[in-house]
C-alpha cells in the first residue's frame, strides 16, 4: 500500500486570475482506518504536551485567514473609486477625479492587512514544524521502546520490513499530515465559512449563481476519482509484477547467464514492462483530468460572476470592486472544497499508518521484572533442564518433556536434523521465549527469577546469521563490553583468528563495516562474532552454528580459542559438521523435540543409533582409508 | 516510442491552453470597461458566451496536454527501464559487484520511479511556466505599459527570493535524504540483531543510537519545514506589494483619463499570473535534488559498459559439439580483482578429462568460487585461457558457452513459478519423466511429492515454504534436467544434512554419466567420491590427485582432512 502523500508544496493562497483550483491529488487508492475515532483519540495523546504551542498555530491560522478573507473585500474598493471616477471622467463630470486621499487609506489598509496574513502564516508554520517534529520524535521513541520490550515472538513472526516501514514510513506520514493537513483542514473551513459570509453580505443573488457550479465540481471530482482509483489499482498491481520480476532476475543473474535465460528474462521483461505503461499513463492521465476540469469549472464560475455581477453592477446592485472581490472569493471558496477529497484521502491513510504503529505499541510485553532482586556475581554455570516443555505455537509443543544437565566447564553437543529443536533450546535458555512447563536452572536458581539482563549477561552467543552494525570493526568486537581496552580486543581477535585479516584492512580496527557488511565475506563476520563473544568472556558460551561458513581448517584453529575458552566456561554447540563436536562432553542428539540419544562421541558410536548413521554418512567411507 | 511528436504536441497544447486562458480576464476587462460602462447587459451576456468558448479551448487543449505528459513520462520511464535492465542483464558479475544488487533494482524501480514522476511534472507545471511567464507578459504589456513596468520590476525581486530560499534549502534537503536513510538503517540493524542486542543487554545502546537519529532527522525536517515556509509569504509580500502599486499608478492613469478600470482589473490577474509562473518553477527546484540523484545512478549503470562481450565475427570459433563429454582446460590462469593488490588465482593450470569427475577443494577465501566463474566466464582471467575441448571460451558466444554447461550455484535463487518450471528452467523441453528423474537424483521428489501440490506447487523468489536445504535440492535438480557434457557444481550441497548429501552424490554418478564433473565442495567425502582431487590454496593449486595420493603428498590437503575427521580415527 502506498498512501499518495499530499503535495508538500502547500498550495498557496490565490488571488485573482482565472486559475481553477488544483483538485485533490490522484485519488490512488487508499488504506481505510479500521478504528478512525479511537485512533485519533490515541494520536491526541501524544500531541498533548504540545498543546500550548499548538494553540497558538490555531490563533495564527484565524488570524492570517481572517486577513487573507478581507484582502479581495478591500482592494475591491479601491477598484470600485478607481472606477467610479473613470466613469465620472468620461462623462465629463465638472470635478471628476480619482479621490487620492481615499485611495491612499483603502490601500493602506490593504498593505495592513497583506502584511499581517503573511507574518501570520510564517509564524503558524515555523511553529508548527517544531510541533509536528516533536511529536513525530516521541512517536518513534516510544516506538523503539516498546520493541525493546516485546518478546521476541513478535520478531520472529512479523517480516522486518513491515516493522521497518511502520517505525519509519508510517510514521513519517503522521509527521507530513501534521505539519500540512492540520492547518489545511482547519484554514480551508475557516475560509469556507468566512468567504460564504462575504459573499451573501455583499450579494446573495450572485452567491447563489456562483455555487451552483459547486455541484458539478464535487460530482466530476467523484467521477474521476473513481475511475482513476481503478487505474491505480492496476497500476499498483503491475507495478508489484514489474518489480518482483526485476527483482528476481537481479537477484539470480548468475542462474540467469548460466542458463543462458538472458532472452527469456529480456522477453519477459519487455511484456510486464509494456504491461506497466499501459495501466500507469492510464491513471496517470484520468487523475491529471481532475486539475483541468476544476480549473474548468473554476472558470465557468468566474464567467458566471462576471455576467451576472457585470448585469447587477448596470443595475447599481453591486459596485464593480464588488464584482472583482466576487471572482477571488469564488476561487478561495472552491479550492478547499476541491482539495477536500484529496484532505481527508490523506487523514485516512494517516490514521491507517498510526493504526499500524499502535499495533506495535499494543503488543504484550516481557513480563515485568523489576521486583526480581539484582544479583550479578559470577556463577559456576551449571545449567539444569528439568522437564522442560514448549511450543511456539502452545498447542504444538516442539519439546515435549526434555530434561538435562550441563555441568560448569563442560562442553554440551546439541546435534539433530533441521526442525529437530535444537536452536528452540538456545531461545529457552537465553529467555527469548519462555517455557510452557518445567523449568531451568542457572547454578540452582529458576533462570525466571533471575532479571533477563542478568541472565544474559551470563552468556555469551555466536549464531549462524552473523550480525555487525555499520560502525568500525572495534566498535563491533567490543559491542558486548563497555570500555574494552585496544589490547583486549586485539587479543580475543587474535583468538578468533581474524586479527591478522583486520591489519590488511586499510584502516585496520577502525575499518567501518558498510551497510551490507559486503566488505567482509561471510567467515570473516563470523570471526568477528566469535570475537566479540570471546571478548565478553561469558561464564555460558553458546555457539549456533557459529562456524559454518569458516572453512574446516581456519574452524579448527578458532575452535583452539574456543576450547581455551570453554574450559572455563559452560558451552553449548550447535552443528551440522558432526566433525566439530566429537571432543564434547555430552552430545544430545534431538529428534522431533526429543532427545533420543544422550553420550559422548565414542558412546553413541557405539550405540549405533541415529547418530552413528549420521555420523557414518560423513565419515565411513573413509576412516579405513585415511592412512598417516 | 517517439517522444519528440509529444514533447512538441504538449508545447502547443500549453501553449494553446495559456493563450485561451489568458482570454478570458481581456474578456471581463471589456465586460466592465464597455458594457458596464454602456450599462449594455447584452454585450455583457454575449462576451460571457466567447468567454465560455475559450473557457472551452483551454480545457481541451488542457486535457490533450495531460495525456501527451502522461504518455511521454511513463513511456519514457518504460524505455529507459527496459534500457537499464538489457544492461543490467549483459553485466557481468564484476559490474553486478561494483554496483551491488540491491542497488541496481532499487536503479531500476524506485529511481526510474522518480524520474518518471519528475518528467510528468515538467511536463504538465514547468512547461506551464514560462508560456504563461511569456503570455502574460505579453498582455499585460499591451494593457499597459507603465503599468506592466512595475510587474517586470518585481521579476528580478521574486527571482532573488527564490533563488536564496533555495539555496538555503535545497542542500538540507539532499541532507534530509541521508538522515531518512540513517534512521532506516539504525532501525533495520536494531531488528535484525534483536537477538544480539538482547543477548548483550544492549537495549540501552540501541536506544541512545535510534534517539540520536531520530532527534537529526526531527531537527533536520524542522529546519527543512521552516526554510520551505518562508517562501510563500516573502513572495505573497512581493505581489501585494504590485497589486498596491498597480492600484495605486492604475488610479494615477485613470485620473488622466487614459486608462480604464477594467483594464487595471485585468492587469491585476495577468500580474498575479506571472508571479504565479515563477513560483510554479520553483516547484520544480523542489524535487530537483531527488530527480538529479536518480538519473545520476541510473546513467552511471548506463554508461557502465559490461566488461565481458562475445566475440566478434572475426575471432569467433566454433563452438564444441554439445552432447559429449567435455574436455575443460586452464591454461596459466590469473585472475585478480581490479585494484586489489594480492591476485586472487594465480597460476591456474589444469585439464578436466572428459567424463571423470573432480573435487575442487580449498579453504575459504582460496578462490573456488572465482575459479567455477571464469568457467561459466561470469569473470574473463586477467591472465592465461580457459579452454573448452580446446576452443578458447572467450571467442564463443556466451549463450553458447553456457547452453554447453549445467551448472548449480552456491546460493540458490528460486524463480516465480511451479517446482516444475524451476526444474526446467535450463531445459524448458524436459519431459515430465525427465522432470521426475532430475528431482529423484537430487532427493528432492519425496519432499515435493509431500506438498499438495506436488510438481505444480507455486514456489515465490525467496523460495517462501521451502528450507535452505530443499531450494538446494531443487537447484541440483535444474542442474541435472539440463543435460550438458560439463557439470559444475559450486558448493551446492552445503545446506544439505549429511545423509541427503550422501544420498544426492551417489545418485550424481548415475545422472551425470558420461559427462565431465566438477563439484566445489568443503567436505572431504566429496573429494574421496571423486576421480581427481584439485585442492586449492590461497589462489595456486596445491596439488592434484587422487584422495589417496593426495594424502601422502599435500600437507593442506592432510590437514583439510585431519579438520573433518577425528585424529583417533584418522590415525
Given at each position: 500500500m502506498?498512501?499518495?502523500?499530499?503535495?508538500?508544496?502547500?498550495?498557496?493562497?490565490?488571488?485573482?486570475?482565472?486559475?481553477?483550483?488544483?483538485?485533490?491529488?490522484?485519488?490512488?487508492?487508499?488504506?481505510?482506518?479500521?478504528?478512525?475515532?479511537?485512533?485519533?483519540?490515541?494520536?491526541?495523546?501524544?500531541?498533548?504536551?504540545?498543546?500550548?504551542?499548538?494553540?497558538?498555530?490555531?490563533?495564527?491560522?484565524?488570524?492570517?485567514?481572517?486577513?487573507?478573507i478581507l484582502c479581495p473585500r478591500q482592494l475591491g474598493m479601491a477598484t470600485t473609486e478607481i472606477f467610479r471616477a473613470g466613469v465620472a471622467i468620461a462623462n465629463g463630470e465638472v470635478g471628476a477625479g480619482v479621490n487620492f486621499e481615499l485611495l491612499r487609506e483603502i490601500l493602506f489598509v490593504l498593505l495592513v492587512l497583506y502584511l499581517c496574513y503573511s507574518v501570520f502564516t510564517y509564524l503558524q508554520a515555523f511553529v508548527m514544524a517544531r510541533v509536528a517534529q516533536n511529536v513525530v520524535y516521541s512517536l518513534r521513541q516510544q516506538t523503539e521502546e516498546k520493541l525493546n520490550r516485546i518478546p521476541l515472538s513478535y520478531y520472529d513472526s512479523h517480516a522486518k520490513g513491515d516493522i521497518l516501514s511502520r517505525v519509519v514510513n508510517d510514521i513519517d506520514l503522521i509527521s507530513t499530515t501534521l505539519q500540512d493537513g492540520m492547518t489545511q483542514a482547519l484554514t480551508s473551513v475557516i475560509t469556507i465559512v468566512g468567504v460564504f459570509v462575504m459573499m451573501m453580505f455583499m450579494s446573495p443573488l450572485i452567491t447563489i449563481i456562483a455555487l451552483c457550479t459547486l455541484p458539478v465540481s464535487i460530482i466530476?471530482?467523484?467521477?474521476?476519482?473513481?475511475?482513476?482509483?481503478?487505474?491505480?489499482?492496476?497500476?499498483?498491481?503491475?507495478?508489484?509484477?514489474?518489480?518482483?520480476?526485476?527483482?528476481?532476475?537481479?537477484?539470480?543473474?548468475?542462474?540467469?547467464?548460466?542458463f543462458a535465460h538472458e532472452k527469456g528474462a529480456i522477453e519477459d521483461f519487455e511484456r510486464i514492462n509494456d504491461e506497466y505503461f499501459g495501466h500507469a499513463w492510464r491513471a496517470q492521465f484520468v487523475s491529471g483530468l481532475i486539475r483541468p476540469l476544476m480549473i474548468f469549472v473554476g472558470?465557468?464560475?468566474?464567467?458566471?460572476?462576471?455576467?451576472?455581477?457585470?448585469?447587477?453592477?448596470?443595475?447599481?446592485?453591486?459596485?464593480?470592486?464588488?464584482?472583482?472581490?466576487?471572482?477571488?472569493?469564488?476561487?478561495?471558496?472552491?479550492?478547499?472544497?476541491?482539495?477536500?477529497?484529496?484532505?481527508?484521502?490523506?487523514?485516512?491513510?494517516?490514521?491507517?499508518?498510526?493504526?499500524?504503529?499502535?499495533?506495535?505499541?499494543?503488543q504484550p510485553e516481557m513480563s515485568d521484572e523489576t521486583a526480581l532482586p539484582p544479583d550479578t556475581t559470577k556463577g559456576a554455570g551449571h545449567i539444569r533442564f528439568e522437564h522442560v516443555r514448549f511450543g511456539y505455537d502452545p498447542a504444538k509443543p516442539v519439546i515435549h518433556d526434555l530434561s538435562v544437565e550441563a555441568l560448569p566447564g563442560q562442553m554440551v553437543a546439541i546435534v539433530g536434523p533441521t526442525g529437530a529443536g535444537k536452536t528452540t533450546l538456545v531461545n529457552l535458555l537465553m529467555r527469548f521465549y519462555e517455557i510452557d512447563g518445567g523449568a531451568i536452572y542457572l547454578d540452582g536458581r529458576d533462570i525466571r527469577t533471575i532479571k533477563r539482563d542478568e541472565l544474559r549477561s551470563h552468556m555469551g552467543m555466536v549464531l549462524q546469521d552473523t550480525w555487525l552494525f555499520n560502525g568500525t570493526i572495534r566498535d563491533n568486537i567490543a559491542y558486548g563490553v563497555d570500555h574494552a581496552s585496544d589490547e583486549d580486543i586485539e587479543r580475543a581477535a587474535r583468538a578468533a583468528h581474524v586479527d591478522h585479516f583486520i591489519h590488511t584492512l586499510p584502516d585496520g580496527y577502525d575499518t567501518v563495516i558498510n551497510e551490507e557488511a559486503s566488505n567482509l565475506s561471510a567467515g570473516q563476520r563470523q570471526l568477528i562474532t566469535i570475537a566479540r563473544a570471546l571478548l565478553a568472556d561469558p561464564e555460558i558460551l553458546i555457539l549456533d552454528e557459529a562456524t559454518s561458513s569458516i572453512d574446516t581448517r581456519t574452524e579448527r584453529l578458532v575452535q583452539r580459542a574456543m576450547t581455551e575458552l570453554a574450559s572455563t566456561c559452560t558451552s553449548f554447540v550447535i552443528a551440522h559438521r558432526l566433525s566439530t563436536i566429537r571432543d564434547a562432553d555430552v552430545i544430545l542428539v534431538l529428534r522431533d523435540g526429543d532427545i533420543v540419544e544422550m553420550g559422548a562421541h565414542e558412546q553413541l558410536l557405539l550405540q549405533d543409533g541415529f547418530y552413528a548413521e549420521l555420523y557414518n554418512s560423513q565419515v565411513s567411507d573413509c576412516i579405513d582409508e585415511v592412512d598417516y | 516510442m517517439r517522444f519528440t511528436p509529444l514533447f512538441v504536441g504538449a508545447f502547443v497544447l500549453t501553449a494553446i491552453r495559456v493563450g485561451c486562458d489568458l482570454e478570458i480576464p481581456n474578456l471581463m476587462s471589456e465586460v466592465i470597461d464597455i458594457g458596464v460602462v454602456n450599462k449594455d447587459v447584452v454585450y455583457i451576456f454575449q462576451t460571457g458566451g466567447v468567454m465560455l468558448l475559450w473557457a472551452l479551448g483551454c480545457v481541451v487543449a488542457d486535457v490533450a496536454a495531460g495525456l501527451c505528459a502522461a504518455r511521454a513520462a511513463m513511456g519514457f520511464g518504460r524505455n529507459l527501464r527496459s534500457a537499464l535492465?538489457?544492461?543490467?542483464?549483459?553485466?557481468?558479475?564484476?559490474?553486478?559487484?561494483?554496483?551491488?544488487?540491491?542497488?541496481?533494482?532499487?536503479?531500476?524501480?524506485?529511481?526510474?520511479?522518480?524520474?518518471?514522476?519528475?518528467?510528468?511534472?515538467?511536463?504538465?507545471?514547468a512547461m506551464m511556466s514560462p508560456i504563461m511567464f511569456v503570455g502574460a507578459a505579453l498582455m499585460a504589456f499591451q494593457k499597459s505599459v507603465q503599468l506592466s513596468l512595475i510587474v517586470f520590476a518585481a521579476i528580478p525581486v521574486m527571482a532573488v527570493i527564490v533563488a536564496i530560499v533555495m539555496k538555503f534549502t535545497v542542500p538540507l534537503l539532499r541532507s534530509l535524504q541521508a538522515r531518512i536513510d540513517d534512521l532506516n538503517r539504525v532501525t533495520r540493524e536494531g531488528l535484525t540483531g534483536i537477538r544480539v542486542i538482547r543477548a548483550y543487554n544492549k537495549e540501552d545502546f540501541e536506544e541512545r543510537r535510534f534517539s540520536l537519529a531520530n532527534k537529526i532527522l526531527a531537527d533536520t525536517n524542522v529546519s527543512v519545514a521552516r526554510r520551505m515556509s518562508v517562501l510563500m509569504p516573502l513572495i505573497s509580500i512581493v505581489l501585494d506589494l504590485v497589486v498596491i502599486a498597480i492600484a495605486w499608478m492604475g488610479g494615477e492613469l485613470v485620473d488622466l483619463g487614459s486608462f480604464q478600470a477594467g483594464d487595471l482589473m485585468a492587469i491585476i490577474q495577468y500580474a498575479m499570473l506571472l508571479l504565479m509562473s515563477v513560483m510554479m518553477l520553483s516547484m520544480i527546484f523542489m524535487i530537483w535534488p531527488r530527480a538529479q540523484a536518480a538519473a545520476e545512478r541510473v546513467t552511471a549503470v548506463l554508461h557502465c559498459e559490461?566488461?565481458?562481450?562475445?566475440?566478434?565475427?572475426?575471432?569467433?570459433?566454433?563452438?564444441?559439439?554439445?552432447?559429449?563429454?567435455?574436455?575443460?582446460?586452464?591454461?596459466?590462469?590469473?585472475?585478480?580483482?581490479?585494484?586489489?593488490?594480492?591476485?586472487?588465482?594465480?597460476?591456474?593450470?589444469?585439464?578436466?578429462?572428459?567424463?571423470?569427475?573432480?573435487?575442487?577443494?580449498?579453504a575459504t577465501g582460496s578462490g573456488k568460487s572465482v575459479l567455477v566463474d571464469l568457467i561459466e566466464r561470469f569473470y574473463d582471467p586477467t591472465?592465461?585461457?580457459?579452454?573448452?575441448?580446446?576452443?578458447?571460451?572467450?571467442?564463443?558466444?556466451?549463450?553458447?558457452?553456457r547452453s554447453l554447461i549445467s551448472y548449480a550455484p552456491q546460493r540458490t535463487t528460486l524463480f516465480t513459478g511451479t517446482i516444475a518450471d524451476n526444474i526446467r528452467y535450463g531445459n524448458v523441453d524436459a519431459s515430465d519423466e525427465e522432470v521426475i528423474e532430475a528431482a529423484r537424483a537430487a532427493a528432492a521428489y519425496d519432499f515435493i511429492m509431500e506438498k499438495p501440490d506436488g510438481f505444480e506447487t507455486q514456489v515465490t523468489q525467496a523460495g517462501g515454504g521451502l528450507s535452505g536445504g530443499q531450494k538446494q535440492r531443487i537447484a541440483i535438480a535444474r542442474a541435472l534436467a539440463k543435460k550438458a557434457g560439463l557439470y559444475v557444481f559450486d558448493d551446492s550441497f552445503s545446506a544439505l544434512d549429511f545423509k541427503t548429501d550422501a544420498e544426492v552424490r551417489a545418485?550424481?554418478?548415475?545422472?551425470?554419466?558420461?559427462?565431465?564433473?566438477?563439484?566445489?565442495?568443503?567436505?572431504?567425502?566429496?573429494?574421496?567420491?571423486?576421480?581427481?582431487?584439485?585442492?586449492?590454496?590461497?589462489?595456486?593449486?596445491?596439488?592434484?590427485?587422487?584422495?589417496?595420493?593426495?594424502?601422502?603428498?599435500?600437507?593442506?590437503?592432510?590437514?583439510?582432512?585431519?579438520?573433518?575427521?577425528?585424529?583417533?580415527?584418522?590415525?
Amino acid at each position: 500500500m502506498s498512501p499518495q502523500h499530499p503535495n508538500p508544496m502547500q498550495a498557496g493562497r490565490k488571488r485573482g486570475g482565472p486559475h481553477g483550483p488544483h483538485g485533490p491529488h490522484g485519488g490512488a487508492p487508499v488504506e481505510k482506518a479500521k478504528n478512525a475515532k479511537g485512533t485519533v483519540r490515541r494520536l491526541l495523546v501524544f500531541v498533548k504536551p504540545e498543546l500550548p504551542k499548538i494553540a497558538l498555530v490555531l490563533v495564527c491560522a484565524i488570524i492570517a485567514t481572517l486577513f487573507d478573507i478581507l484582502c479581495p473585500r478591500q482592494l475591491g474598493m479601491a477598484t470600485t473609486e478607481i472606477f467610479r471616477a473613470g466613469v465620472a471622467i468620461a462623462n465629463g463630470e465638472v470635478g471628476a477625479g480619482v479621490n487620492f486621499e481615499l485611495l491612499r487609506e483603502i490601500l493602506f489598509v490593504l498593505l495592513v492587512l497583506y502584511l499581517c496574513y503573511s507574518v501570520f502564516t510564517y509564524l503558524q508554520a515555523f511553529v508548527m514544524a517544531r510541533v509536528a517534529q516533536n511529536v513525530v520524535y516521541s512517536l518513534r521513541q516510544q516506538t523503539e521502546e516498546k520493541l525493546n520490550r516485546i518478546p521476541l515472538s513478535y520478531y520472529d513472526s512479523h517480516a522486518k520490513g513491515d516493522i521497518l516501514s511502520r517505525v519509519v514510513n508510517d510514521i513519517d506520514l503522521i509527521s507530513t499530515t501534521l505539519q500540512d493537513g492540520m492547518t489545511q483542514a482547519l484554514t480551508s473551513v475557516i475560509t469556507i465559512v468566512g468567504v460564504f459570509v462575504m459573499m451573501m453580505f455583499m450579494s446573495p443573488l450572485i452567491t447563489i449563481i456562483a455555487l451552483c457550479t459547486l455541484p458539478v465540481s464535487i460530482i466530476l471530482t467523484a467521477i474521476v476519482a473513481k475511475r482513476s482509483q481503478r487505474f491505480f489499482l492496476a497500476q499498483q498491481t503491475a507495478l508489484g509484477v514489474l518489480d518482483a520480476h526485476i527483482e528476481e532476475t537481479y537477484g539470480g543473474h548468475t542462474e540467469v547467464k548460466a542458463f543462458a535465460h538472458e532472452k527469456g528474462a529480456i522477453e519477459d521483461f519487455e511484456r510486464i514492462n509494456d504491461e506497466y505503461f499501459g495501466h500507469a499513463w492510464r491513471a496517470q492521465f484520468v487523475s491529471g483530468l481532475i486539475r483541468p476540469l476544476m480549473i474548468f469549472v473554476g472558470n465557468l464560475a468566474y464567467i458566471a460572476i462576471v455576467c451576472f455581477g457585470g448585469w447587477q453592477a448596470v443595475v447599481g446592485a453591486l459596485t464593480v470592486g464588488e464584482v472583482q472581490a466576487f471572482t477571488q472569493y469564488m476561487r478561495n471558496f472552491t479550492r478547499p472544497i476541491s482539495q477536500m477529497a484529496g484532505i481527508i484521502n490523506t487523514f485516512q491513510a494517516t490514521i491507517a499508518g498510526a493504526e499500524r504503529v499502535f499495533e506495535i505499541l499494543d503488543q504484550p510485553e516481557m513480563s515485568d521484572e523489576t521486583a526480581l532482586p539484582p544479583d550479578t556475581t559470577k556463577g559456576a554455570g551449571h545449567i539444569r533442564f528439568e522437564h522442560v516443555r514448549f511450543g511456539y505455537d502452545p498447542a504444538k509443543p516442539v519439546i515435549h518433556d526434555l530434561s538435562v544437565e550441563a555441568l560448569p566447564g563442560q562442553m554440551v553437543a546439541i546435534v539433530g536434523p533441521t526442525g529437530a529443536g535444537k536452536t528452540t533450546l538456545v531461545n529457552l535458555l537465553m529467555r527469548f521465549y519462555e517455557i510452557d512447563g518445567g523449568a531451568i536452572y542457572l547454578d540452582g536458581r529458576d533462570i525466571r527469577t533471575i532479571k533477563r539482563d542478568e541472565l544474559r549477561s551470563h552468556m555469551g552467543m555466536v549464531l549462524q546469521d552473523t550480525w555487525l552494525f555499520n560502525g568500525t570493526i572495534r566498535d563491533n568486537i567490543a559491542y558486548g563490553v563497555d570500555h574494552a581496552s585496544d589490547e583486549d580486543i586485539e587479543r580475543a581477535a587474535r583468538a578468533a583468528h581474524v586479527d591478522h585479516f583486520i591489519h590488511t584492512l586499510p584502516d585496520g580496527y577502525d575499518t567501518v563495516i558498510n551497510e551490507e557488511a559486503s566488505n567482509l565475506s561471510a567467515g570473516q563476520r563470523q570471526l568477528i562474532t566469535i570475537a566479540r563473544a570471546l571478548l565478553a568472556d561469558p561464564e555460558i558460551l553458546i555457539l549456533d552454528e557459529a562456524t559454518s561458513s569458516i572453512d574446516t581448517r581456519t574452524e579448527r584453529l578458532v575452535q583452539r580459542a574456543m576450547t581455551e575458552l570453554a574450559s572455563t566456561c559452560t558451552s553449548f554447540v550447535i552443528a551440522h559438521r558432526l566433525s566439530t563436536i566429537r571432543d564434547a562432553d555430552v552430545i544430545l542428539v534431538l529428534r522431533d523435540g526429543d532427545i533420543v540419544e544422550m553420550g559422548a562421541h565414542e558412546q553413541l558410536l557405539l550405540q549405533d543409533g541415529f547418530y552413528a548413521e549420521l555420523y557414518n554418512s560423513q565419515v565411513s567411507d573413509c576412516i579405513d582409508e585415511v592412512d598417516y | 516510442m517517439r517522444f519528440t511528436p509529444l514533447f512538441v504536441g504538449a508545447f502547443v497544447l500549453t501553449a494553446i491552453r495559456v493563450g485561451c486562458d489568458l482570454e478570458i480576464p481581456n474578456l471581463m476587462s471589456e465586460v466592465i470597461d464597455i458594457g458596464v460602462v454602456n450599462k449594455d447587459v447584452v454585450y455583457i451576456f454575449q462576451t460571457g458566451g466567447v468567454m465560455l468558448l475559450w473557457a472551452l479551448g483551454c480545457v481541451v487543449a488542457d486535457v490533450a496536454a495531460g495525456l501527451c505528459a502522461a504518455r511521454a513520462a511513463m513511456g519514457f520511464g518504460r524505455n529507459l527501464r527496459s534500457a537499464l535492465y538489457r544492461r543490467v542483464t549483459a553485466f557481468s558479475l564484476r559490474e553486478v559487484g561494483e554496483f551491488g544488487t540491491s542497488s541496481l533494482i532499487t536503479r531500476t524501480t524506485n529511481d526510474i520511479q522518480q524520474l518518471e514522476r519528475f518528467i510528468h511534472m515538467s511536463m504538465t507545471v514547468a512547461m506551464m511556466s514560462p508560456i504563461m511567464f511569456v503570455g502574460a507578459a505579453l498582455m499585460a504589456f499591451q494593457k499597459s505599459v507603465q503599468l506592466s513596468l512595475i510587474v517586470f520590476a518585481a521579476i528580478p525581486v521574486m527571482a532573488v527570493i527564490v533563488a536564496i530560499v533555495m539555496k538555503f534549502t535545497v542542500p538540507l534537503l539532499r541532507s534530509l535524504q541521508a538522515r531518512i536513510d540513517d534512521l532506516n538503517r539504525v532501525t533495520r540493524e536494531g531488528l535484525t540483531g534483536i537477538r544480539v542486542i538482547r543477548a548483550y543487554n544492549k537495549e540501552d545502546f540501541e536506544e541512545r543510537r535510534f534517539s540520536l537519529a531520530n532527534k537529526i532527522l526531527a531537527d533536520t525536517n524542522v529546519s527543512v519545514a521552516r526554510r520551505m515556509s518562508v517562501l510563500m509569504p516573502l513572495i505573497s509580500i512581493v505581489l501585494d506589494l504590485v497589486v498596491i502599486a498597480i492600484a495605486w499608478m492604475g488610479g494615477e492613469l485613470v485620473d488622466l483619463g487614459s486608462f480604464q478600470a477594467g483594464d487595471l482589473m485585468a492587469i491585476i490577474q495577468y500580474a498575479m499570473l506571472l508571479l504565479m509562473s515563477v513560483m510554479m518553477l520553483s516547484m520544480i527546484f523542489m524535487i530537483w535534488p531527488r530527480a538529479q540523484a536518480a538519473a545520476e545512478r541510473v546513467t552511471a549503470v548506463l554508461h557502465c559498459e559490461p566488461t565481458i562481450h562475445d566475440p566478434s565475427s572475426d575471432e569467433r570459433l566454433e563452438a564444441p559439439v554439445a552432447g559429449a563429454a567435455h574436455e575443460l582446460r586452464f591454461e596459466d590462469v590469473g585472475f585478480a580483482f581490479e585494484g586489489a593488490d594480492e591476485p586472487t588465482l594465480c597460476d591456474i593450470d589444469f585439464t578436466l578429462e572428459p567424463g571423470k569427475t573432480y573435487a575442487l577443494i580449498g579453504a575459504t577465501g582460496s578462490g573456488k568460487s572465482v575459479l567455477v566463474d571464469l568457467i561459466e566466464r561470469f569473470y574473463d582471467p586477467t591472465s592465461g585461457r580457459v579452454l573448452l575441448d580446446g576452443v578458447d571460451i572467450s571467442r564463443i558466444p556466451q549463450d553458447e558457452l553456457r547452453s554447453l554447461i549445467s551448472y548449480a550455484p552456491q546460493r540458490t535463487t528460486l524463480f516465480t513459478g511451479t517446482i516444475a518450471d524451476n526444474i526446467r528452467y535450463g531445459n524448458v523441453d524436459a519431459s515430465d519423466e525427465e522432470v521426475i528423474e532430475a528431482a529423484r537424483a537430487a532427493a528432492a521428489y519425496d519432499f515435493i511429492m509431500e506438498k499438495p501440490d506436488g510438481f505444480e506447487t507455486q514456489v515465490t523468489q525467496a523460495g517462501g515454504g521451502l528450507s535452505g536445504g530443499q531450494k538446494q535440492r531443487i537447484a541440483i535438480a535444474r542442474a541435472l534436467a539440463k543435460k550438458a557434457g560439463l557439470y559444475v557444481f559450486d558448493d551446492s550441497f552445503s545446506a544439505l544434512d549429511f545423509k541427503t548429501d550422501a544420498e544426492v552424490r551417489a545418485n550424481l554418478k548415475r545422472a551425470t554419466q558420461g559427462a565431465t564433473v566438477l563439484i566445489v565442495a568443503q567436505r572431504v567425502a566429496v573429494a574421496m567420491d571423486a576421480d581427481m582431487v584439485i585442492v586449492l590454496d590461497e589462489g595456486r593449486i596445491d596439488s592434484i590427485g587422487t584422495h589417496e595420493e593426495l594424502l601422502g603428498a599435500s600437507e593442506v590437503y592432510h590437514e583439510i582432512v585431519a579438520s573433518q575427521i577425528s585424529d583417533e580415527e584418522a590415525s
